[in-house]
């Protein structure tokens, strides 16, 4: 116990995003980059160091020494998130867009499961999601892939 900093023991999720995204820049690295030191998807990559997911430890430890930060980062990093949203449609205009991809065919794709599947979800906890360039003879385009494991409701 005689170790602990105080200030260390209160460092945030917060925190820790503020501190990769200015390593990050410091150091000039893409997500990409930095997912491939700790071999993991960007997309993981990213929503755990903006906190909406957790590191598993040994991934945290290879993060903190990839990026240089502090060590108390490694413990916060592993932690499971609460996870909030702080805007009900955002005004950014590539994510007011998947709003509106979600908003205009979450019916869609909610028949469309049920119809292959029966009645249940897609888990966004036993997930995976890949964003790919494809090049198209009117312009690129974004590849969004997501893959996630069916689970039917139990009837009572």
Not at 28 to 43: N, P, R
Not at 143 to 152: F, H, N, Q, R, T
Request: glycine share 6%; charged share 25%.
């Amino acid at each position: 116990m005689k170790d602990l900093n105080i200030t260390d023991s209160l460092m945030t999720k917060e925190d820790v995003t503020t501190l990769i995204l200015l390593s990050k820049k410091k150091l000039g690295l893409s997500w990409a980059e930095i997912a491939a030191k700790i071999d993991m998807s960007a997309v993981f990559t990213h929503s755990a160091c903006m906190g909406m997911n957790a590191f598993p430890p040994e991934k945290a430890a290879a993060l903190t020494e990839a990026l240089g930060l502090p060590d108390e980062a490694t413990a916060v990093l592993a932690e499971s998130p609460t996870k909030i949203w702080e805007q009900t449609v955002p005004t950014d205009p590539c994510m007011y867009r998947f709003y509106e991809i979600v908003g205009v065919y979450a019916p869609t794709l909610k028949a469309l499961i049920h119809e292959e599947f029966g009645d249940g979800i897609m888990s966004a906890i036993d997930f995976e999601m890949s964003v790919a360039r494809v090049k198209h003879d009117k312009g690129d385009r974004v590849k969004i892939e997501m893959s996630g494991k069916y689970l039917a409701y139990n009837a009572w």
